[in-house]
């Protein structure tokens, strides 16, 4: 894990930016080979937007989008989110960071099989040191503020996909992150369905002080966008609040 | 955290069990063959102990347990009493021989004689009748463990043995400790124990001692032997002769020894094996706790308390089990008077420890191995 690079030749990041990447390469160790999948992203995303990163399978947003929320050191490169330079932070600053910061939505969910929604929803709350019964009750208003509130007794088995989707939104929310990621959230959702969860992520998780990323290529949502990153080969080859005529 | 550690765990009650069931077994293993094994080695005591009066047991010098003893000619006995520190000093005879039973069954017995007057190397109590009945002509008194070898399910009392062609009649039940090989002892007076135990000369076994000091029974032998020349040894030296002996002389340490350490082993496989399979089917909830922000330490404290509650249930069942085990046969003679040393729950108890220190540690590493990036593939 190669950390800290020196970036001083790198212009500096907007104090207003809410995740600012400069010069961030990443590189996977393939055998012998090394194969660079991302090659010096510059990016600044907003608070209040909802942002997409699309591109082709294997385009690098997975790298991207994990860099950027701290689970995946950059080979190079610098990343500030929120003003905080997080790959400068010793492991467990990092881990603690994430924890006040960011709100995770899996493409699988990764629900505890044995507890029920809310203390699922709950999590990030029990995790930061909050008393359970507080913690559950912060969950439920947040799974009722989703529409399923009714379900927040019920163990994850017990609950539709869509359903165990919505937990896996309010377990992202609960602790009022101020960047949310989400990997694909509507792959594997009909159209319909899909539109449905982007609206509900548009109405719970967009708001002034907080960046959302949301990658995807699922072309039918695309219109829902505030703005969209276009990643081609580990370099953003467009940028701007439509997707661009040739794709 | 550790409340969900604890519910991901019990979640699963296949592997919960499983864990549960595995702790349990290696801890019913360890702890109840040790208590055997200790058990079954006081056994060789039991000779010893059975005499809880005598402070000091004199024999001859090659003499090495109450049942492998020489014998010395009767005027031990005075040169013992000489001694200065001697209290009393009484003659003990232990023999075998054989009985016939009046249904015709040859059984191997031991005889032993004790003082015609004071009737010292006695057990302490009775099931049955008292020890006053051996001044009645022929009298024996058989042990509780003979009763039930001899004459299962029926009152030996009053009945007729013919002892090395002897007559000999059961007029009482002594409560004693069982022998290693659970012999069926008949006591007898000294006078008449020298009618059932064949050889004319040198048939004294033992001289028992009692000191006017019973705390300096070490200096006490220790003057017996200079002055006899004979072999004196201590209440506890000489109970410890006997386990000794059975440990130089049987295979007993290394077969317990093999089934502790396949209990230990079994245990380790069992333990380790689920506990694995229950991280790897978790790992993916793992992987997504330490992406949202628990750190290494918290999720080893998780694992450890999965491990502590698995560790908690599964040696109080296997505890339990021991302890059910022994009352469940604490009427069978085999078992009589069989306790558990309180050395013995502690020994699996840091065999339970260590099984799951070593299989948490291996479930542990990939789990700490797991890279957070992981939960976006
Ligand atoms: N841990 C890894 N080790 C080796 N190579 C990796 C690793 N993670 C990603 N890659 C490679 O990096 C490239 C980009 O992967 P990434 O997951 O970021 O793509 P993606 O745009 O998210 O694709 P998809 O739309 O299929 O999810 C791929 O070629 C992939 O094989
Ligand atoms: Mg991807």
Known sequence: ?247 | MIWIAIRMLTGDPQKFFGLVFGIAFSTLLITQQLTIFVNLLERGASGVYNVSSADVWVMDPVSRTTDVAYAMPSTALDKVRGVPGVEWAVPHIRAQASVRTKDGDLEGVAVIGVDDATLIGLPKNMVEGSIDVLSQPDSVIIDDVGTTRMFPGQSPIGERLELNDQRAVIRGIADAVPSFTSTVVLYTKYSQALNYVPGTRNRLSFVLVGAENPAEAKALSEKIEEETGLKAQTREEFARDGVQFIIDNTGIPLNFGITVALGFIVGVAIVGLTFSLFIRDNIKQFGALKAIGVTNGKIRRMVAAQAGLVGLIGYGLGVLGTVGFIQAFSSNPTFKGFYIPWQIPLISAAAVTIILALTGWLALRSVLKTEPASVFR
């Open chain 1, 1 to 247: 894990m190669g950390k800290k690079m020196d970036t001083s030749a790198i212009g500096g990041c907007n104090p207003e930016a809410a995740i600012c990447t400069r010069a961030v390469t990443r590189d996977f160790q393939a055998g012998q080979q090394t194969i660079t999948v991302l090659h010096g992203i510059d990016l600044d995303v907003k608070a209040g937007e909802l942002t997409f990163l699309v591109g082709e399978s294997g385009s690098g947003k997975t790298t991207l989008i994990s860099i950027m929320c701290g689970i995946l050191w950059p080979t190079q490169g610098e990343v500030k989110v929120f003003g905080t330079d997080i790959y400068d932070l010793s492991d467990d600053e990092l881990v603690e960071f994430r924890l006040n910061n960011i709100g995770f939505i899996f493409q699988q969910y990764n629900l505890i099989p044995s507890i029920d929604a809310a203390s699922n929803a709950a999590v990030p709350l029990i995790a930061q040191g909050m008393e359970r019964h507080e913690a559950r009750e912060k969950a439920v208003a947040m799974l009722e503020k989703l529409n399923i509130g009714d379900q927040a007794d019920k163990l994850p088995n017990q609950l539709s996909g869509g359903q165990q989707q919505r937990v896996a939104i309010a377990r992202a929310l609960v602790h009022e992150p101020r960047l949310v990621v989400c990997d694909e959230p509507t792959a594997a959702l009909d159209a319909a369905s899909g539109r449905r969860v982007m609206d509900l992520l548009r109405e719970v998780a967009v708001a002034e002080d907080r960046a959302c990323i949301i990658v995807t290529h699922d072309n039918r949502i695309f219109d829902m966008a505030d703005r969209i990153l276009v990643l081609e080969d580990g370099k953003v080859t467009h940028d701007g609040d439509h997707m661009p005529e040739d794709h």
